[in-house]
Nanobody
Framework: QVQLVESGGGSVQAGGSLRLSCAAF????????MGWFRQAPGKEREGVAI????????VYAESVKGRFTISQDNAKNTLYLQMDSLKPEDTAMYYC????????????????WGQGTQVTVSS
């Protein structure tokens, strides 16, 4: 199994930037994909961005394309989400997820989740 620990959330004004980190511990060798999801109060959890550890292009939600960048540091077993040009509608709890098989951005089907980190964007 893999354990995921997020960090880097906080409060920022609209137009600002934050970088989220997700450290993976445990059985990390055969992770196939990792991603970021978010859930705002009263809304369903939605996929933000995912990356396939074996290569290929990351996948982004339309709402964050051009503003967010997902990346990974395999040596550190860490996933990142660079968030620029933040908007109030980006306010949510952000979760890191991972799995050992293919998972799409939609559906939140990942088996392993972190505890979440709060991002609040004020106007």
């Amino acid at each position: 199994q893999v354990q995921l620990v997020e960090s880097g959330g906080g409060s920022v004004q609209a137009g600002g930037s934050l970088r989220l980190s997700c450290a993976a511990f445990g059985y990390t060798d055969h992770i196939y994909c990792m991603g970021w999801f978010r859930q705002a109060p009263g809304k369903e959890r939605e996929g933000v961005a995912i990356i396939y550890t074996g290569g290929g292009n990351p996948v982004y939600a339309e709402s964050v394309k051009g503003r967010f960048t997902i990346s990974q540091d395999n040596a550190k077993n860490t996933l990142y989400l660079q968030m620029d040009s933040l908007k109030p509608e980006d306010t949510a709890m952000y979760y890191c997820a991972a799995d050992y098989t293919y998972r799409p951005l939609e559906g939140s089907q990942y088996n392993y989740w972190g505890q979440g980190t709060q991002v609040t964007v004020s106007s």
